[in-house]
């Protein structure tokens, strides 16, 4: 009978509200802070390919368990890959509650925001569609990782780049910008760095918020062209599909069949 007076009222019978929407924001901002951290992560170790083809091969080689084993497991990327997506997919449903439902709700909040002309305000918007984008083109990009893991590589990575860089630039404007407004704002919301001034805090914040997006837009431009020029040299030099091997190894082999 209380489920339904609240389900009814919105206050249960002693009064109180539910404390259920504030535990879910609390649940949307850690899983935020996690996937928005994971992706600094990411962008460091999928632009070890700036270094070499040897050292992304050997970060591919590392997740793949090559300190434990001596066959790579891509299977050890594919359990990394299934725990961010369901990170992933919790924090879009969680993310689903703030979007507008309806025209309506989406002329009131427009009408509102050039009203306010207020930059936060705006900065909400933009999250609002690049999660909404993300929906798709990072799920569609996590499957991929999970079930294709032993293809990463310079040379794998790069063949795939050659017919997906317009979607992995679409991606990485869209994380680039989602999640660095989203660490800003649960920055604001939380009160992390709140010094005595919150006026001043919330300016710096921003200065440092776009430094931040502007360097990993410019980390992840350069990587991608890293890769889409490795993925056009194996169309020229006829070896697509195949398997990087490192220096190390080539010399072995060649060292072999000098003493043979
Ligand atoms: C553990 C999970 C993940 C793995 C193993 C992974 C792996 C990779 C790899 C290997 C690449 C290079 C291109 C390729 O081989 O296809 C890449 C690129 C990229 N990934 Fe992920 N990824 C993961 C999660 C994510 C997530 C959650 C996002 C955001 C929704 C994301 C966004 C991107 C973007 C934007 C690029 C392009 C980077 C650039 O332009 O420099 N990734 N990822």
């Known amino acids: 009978m209380s489920e339904l007076i609240e389900g009814f009222l919105g206050k249960s019978i002693e009064g109180r509200k539910s404390r259920l929407p504030a535990k879910l924001d609390y649940l949307q901002s850690a899983t935020g802070l996690f996937l ?9 170790f999928v632009s070890s390919i700036l270094i070499s083809k040897d050292f992304m091969y050997a970060v591919a080689r590392f997740f793949e368990g090559s300190f434990i084993f001596e066959e790579p497991k891509p299977g050890l990327v594919s359990i990394v890959v299934a725990v961010v997506f369901l990170i992933f997919i919790v924090h879009a449903a969680l993310g689903m509650r703030k979007l507008p439902a309806n025209f309506r709700q989406w002329q009131v909040y427009r009408t509102h925001m050039k009203m306010m002309s207020h930059e936060d305000t705006t900065l909400w918007f933009i999250q609002a569609i690049t999660g909404f984008a993300m929906f798709f083109m990072g799920s569609a990009h996590l499957f991929l990782m999970l079930t294709q893991p032993s293809t990463i590589g310079p040379f794998g990575s790069g063949d795939r780049m050659v017919f997906m860089w317009p979607f992995y630039l679409l991606l990485l404007l869209a994380v680039e910008f989602h999640g660095g407004i989203g660490l800003y704002r649960l920055s604001v919301k939380w009160g992390w760095f709140e010094g005595e001034n919150a006026k001043q805090t919330r300016a710096t914040l921003k200065k440092v918020k776009w430094a931040i997006t502007v360097f990993f837009l410019a980390l992840g431009t350069l990587t991608l062209v890293a890769y889409l020029k490795i993925g056009l040299e194996n169309i020229d030099q006829n070896r697509v599909g195949q398997k990087y091997a490192p220096t190390t190894q080539i010399h ?4 072999a069949k000098v003493r043979a």
Do not use: N, T
């Open 252 to 255: 072995e082999i060649y060292q």
């Open 36 to 44: 928005g951290l994971f992706m600094w992560g990411h962008m460091f």
